[in-house]
């Protein structure tokens, strides 16, 4: 079976004209099931009866199945998703005062090896598909629907389990698809990429003539503890990531969010501040500091208040604009990739 969630819609006239279709039914095909959302071909009452025999015969339009739910007292919702070859991922519903926001996840597991990070618990067993990037925003939205208030999710940010420009193709087709005035119409600039730093892609993603957001997980300020954290910066080290901003900044005309997990005694002190405002003076990026949610496996802390604020004010002192990341979810695993790995261990 063919999902036609695995589409573009250029790609689907493309698809549907190769097998000797009209062109105008992609576009047909995307209002029924991204604008009123049917579930099954027959709903689409403006198309033929022959062409609906076809689709039943031969295409899908299936969606993941929920596995486990959690809401948060916040409102959060953190889902196991299950995909039709078992695999469990994670989906995440935060309510920010501006909108429903989606973390998304891109793979399942992830082979990039940041040593603070529950996601790379389980290692990377494959890329997401297309259709199963677009299922995660169609059950978030479906239990919105549940709730009644006419809210569908309004931001996307692809900052679950995974490495987004290690599955750069699919995540691209989503962004499209997501962006689409006939798909899910979620305008650019609510659309969110965070890269560990894969900086060959940063090039690519730079070319593509998108409003999108770029955030990149910088966590460092020096190679030698970014070395230490991060596996990537073996590969691509800090000066790589710096120049591959600038390229951005200049090609595309929009400036990045830099992540920063505050590590207690890693990364957290006042000179690391200092130095991290020297290193990106001369970009316009922001700095958006993470507290860290800590993962029973691992031997990190999240930095006191009292660090917290002061590496904000340093940042702020030496030119910087910064702000800390709201939290949400706190109660329910929130940490990336903690809840399936809970999981898995339990299968085991
Ligand atoms: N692979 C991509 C996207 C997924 S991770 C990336 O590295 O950017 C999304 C963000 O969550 C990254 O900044 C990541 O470093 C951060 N993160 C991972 N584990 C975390 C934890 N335990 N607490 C807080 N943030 C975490």
Not at 66 to 83: A, N, P, R, Y
Not at 182 to 202: D, L, N, Q
């Amino acid at each position: 079976m063919i999902s036609l969630y695995n589409f573009t819609l250029p790609k689907l006239e493309e698809h549907l004209v190769a097998r000797g279709e009209k062109k105008y039914r992609a576009t047909q095909l995307f209002k029924w099931i991204y604008e009123k959302r049917v579930t099954s071909f027959d709903e689409m009452s403006d198309v033929s009866k022959k062409f609906r025999d076809v689709l039943n015969a031969e295409y899908e339009i299936k969606k993941p199945s929920i596995f486990v739910k959690q809401t948060s007292k916040d409102g959060t919702i953190k889902l196991l998703l299950e995909l039709e070859d078992g695999n469990k991922i994670e989906t995440v519903l935060m309510r920010y005062n501006y909108g429903n926001v989606a973390c998304v996840t891109s793979e399942v597991g992830c082979n990039m090896g940041c040593s603070f990070c529950a996601s790379g618990l389980l290692k990377k067993k494959r890329a997401l598909e297309v259709k199963e990037l677009v299922g995660q925003i169609l059950v978030l939205d479906d239990l919105l629907a549940l709730e009644g208030n006419n809210e569908r999710i309004s931001h996307v940010v692809v900052m679950g389990t995974g490495e987004p420009f290690d599955n750069y193709d699919n995540v691209m087709d989503f962004i499209r698809i997501l962006n689409h005035p006939y798909g899910f119409a979620i305008g650019a600039r609510h659309i969110t990429v965070s890269t560990c730093g894969i900086v060959p892609k940063i090039y690519d993603y730079a070319k593509e003539g998108l409003q999108i957001n770029l955030a990149i997980s910088l966590h460092a300020p020096n190679n030698e503890i970014r070395n230490r954290i991060m596996q990537i910066n073996h590969t691509y080290p800090i000066e790589k990531v710096m120049e591959a901003v600038k390229y951005y900044e200049k090609t595309a005309g929009r400036r990045v969010t830099f992540e920063y997990i505050l590590l207690k005694g890693i990364n957290d002190s006042k000179e690391n501040a200092i130095k991290l405002a020297k290193l990106i003076k001369g970009t316009l990026a922001y700095v958006n500091l993470i507290p860290y949610n800590s993962v029973n496996e691992m031997k990190y802390s999240r930095s006191d208040e009292k660090s917290v604020h002061q590496f904000l004010d340093t940042l702020m002192k030496n030119g910087v604009t910064a702000t800390i990341r709201k939290e949400f979810g706190t109660d329910i695993d929130a940490a990336c990739g903690q809840l399936r790995a809970k999981n898995e261990q339990k299968e085991i």
